[in-house]
């Protein structure tokens, strides 16, 4: 008998006993559950009705009469008695055994239901006065298992059907293609030629096949073990990466524990780490060696950029540039003070932007990078978890700037990132679950604006571990943006944003992050929400959702799309950060915006640069033209205030120093 005949009758006679217990089983469950019923209605009915006659008021004669006689019209009892406490009848009624014409009399004799009996006690206060007897009827009960029984039959008999249907046509298909494909395939990859093109053949079902795969399971197992134990012992052996030349994490983690514990002028420096976050993408597009190639140029320029800075230069400790992972590359600059590293790190991101490649889509890959400061004081863990929060941040900006981590900040919540991915999607998960997400509200007014009662609100999260510490978005967003939480998160701040408007006057502006827009369930979630039944009209008007203008350079189709999205809803709009990305004026006029925020260096510089004076005059400009507000939150001095509302921009309230108001200058 072949393997298939013998597969298709074990498996068969396996389904049989499955369905037959099935069926066994469901019947003895009902007609369990229908007797403990029977019980039930027999024991609750005896108590409710001695209950009643046990009553003062119940004494009579007549009136017990009508209470039992009640009970028994009902139709759903065989018998109720009453005798008194001699034992001689007082009260009988009773029915002849009922016979249902739709249950068939074997049935019934197979399947026989329990009659059961609840007896109760009478009494007139402390004096017992007699017994009575309640006895439920069956006729229900088996018409109901008659009807529960035919319908389970008719399901275990068509499923068994089905399926005899289906491993048909299952094993008539694995022949044809374990015949067809699978055995020759095996056999030629096996003897280490080119794939044969599969046909047919008439073999001894799967006799060849599985000796094919034995084949190749031993070929195989035995190459992977070499490979293994090789790899194994390059990395026991050497310190360096191997695709590009450089040295490897170990490496670097020891140098850098090794320069923290020296004790002297390279005790103190910078860490600069620089991502590829499109890897995967540059390998999809480019063959493995040329993707090698890639990574081992972007390494030789960057130690070129490093032998230019040193060279002519007394350098105690040198640079090392290293290979973290497949994406992550680390550079140890010792005896770097601030504005050196500065130079340095910004001539390693225009080289890194340079040598960017075009990846699927016809986009360049995209890096992130992150610098930090260290010190004697310092622990190797600590280093690298302020540069792992600062990829985040970076990744969450979705620029190639640089994120700056100081270990001077002294951030709250940074040392939470020292465990790692694991330890931010518990925390922000547990978040999410149990409502630990808040809304900070601040008022947040406008010269001249029509708009009076203004909120900006930021989420934060409660951290219950930490005695229900708040942290800021800024601290645990970009990891939600890394673990794909960001959507979640930017989802529960509208729904927060709404329940604040709905107990509060005035507008609120709430932020999103960019990453968010481009996860494909966020659009229709947030519509949802907007058209909710908790999203009124009236408060809808007064959310504004605001996001940050990288995204209409970067991600124009998805930044217009949201925006009309939230316009359809009734909602409004907001594009911060404009002066940090000019190029985003080319786009004003797609997406419907209802005010652009100015900022940065623009308007710190205002009255010193000739080119921030006439970018922030095109802006406003283009702005107002459009019937945008342009508004500013930060201004330095009296001075620029007084540019600033020169050309309509409206400064917030607060935002210009009182003292330098009141002088009308810069001061000394």
Known sequence: MSLLKQLLISVTVAILCILVGTLVLSIDGARTYLNNQ?????ENAASSLALSLSQPANQDEVLRELLMS?????GQFRQVRFSGVDGQVVFDRSMPASVSGTVPEWFSQALPLRQPSAVRYISDGWKQVGELTVTADDLFARETLWKTSARVLLLVVGAGLLWALFVVLLMRWLKRVLNDEITEQVRAIAEGGAPAQPHRRRIAELSQATQAIKE?????????????????SLQLELNSDPVTGLANRKFFVNELRRVLQAGDAASEGHVLIFRQRDLAGVNAQMARVEADSWLRSVGETVLRILHDSVEGQEVGEKPLLARLNGSDFVLLLPVFNGLRATRLVEKVRQALSISRVRVAGGGLCRWSLALTDYSADC????VLARLDHGLMSAESAGKDNIEVVARADGQPGLASAAPGEKAWRSLIDDALLYGRLELSVQPLVYENDTVTDRHEATLALRDEANGGSLLSGHLFMPA???LGLSAACDLRAIDLGLTWLSQHPGKLVVRVSLPSLLQPHYLPEMKRRLQGLKAQPETVNRLILEIDAHGLVAYAEEVEAFCREVV???AGVGLRRLAEQPAALLYLHRAPLHYIKLGGDIIGGLMSSPGAMQLMVAISETAIGMGIKVYADEVGDAGTAA???EYGVQLAEGAVPVQEEQEGGFGE
Do not use: H, K, N
């Open 38 to 42: 029977l019980q039930a209605q027999s």
């Open 643 to 645: 540019v600033l509302r």
């Open 568 to 570: 359809s809803a009734g």
């Open 70 to 74: 009640a009970l028994f019209d009902s």
């Open 216 to 232: 190749v399971r031993q070929r195989v197992r035995a190459t992977a073990q070499e490979q293994v134990a090789r790899i194994e």
């Open 480 to 482: 939600a943006v890394r």
């Open 379 to 382: 622990l190797v863990s600590d």
